[in-house]
């Protein structure tokens, strides 16, 4: 179960790198596409933070 944690870690956070950057990055004209990739990078940040959060609390049990 720590793997999946782990691999659900990696991709949360990666997502919420990724999806930020273009939501940051995207053309002001086109508000759908922030919105989206702010909403993605949105979830990849929920999915890192509760993954990392499980890793910890597995690790010091």
Do not use: H
């Not at 990055?25 to 499980?54: D, H, I, K, W």
Request: charged content about 10%; some cysteine.
């Amino acid at each position: 179960m720590q793997k999946l944690n782990a691999l659900g870690c990696v991709i949360g956070w990666s997502a919420f790198w990724t999806f930020g950057y273009l939501a940051l990055s995207a053309n002001p004209a086109e508000g759908g596409q922030a919105s989206l990739a702010a909403m993605l990078a949105g979830t990849g940040f929920l999915v890192g933070t509760f993954t990392y959060m499980r890793l910890g609390r597995d690790l010091n049990a």
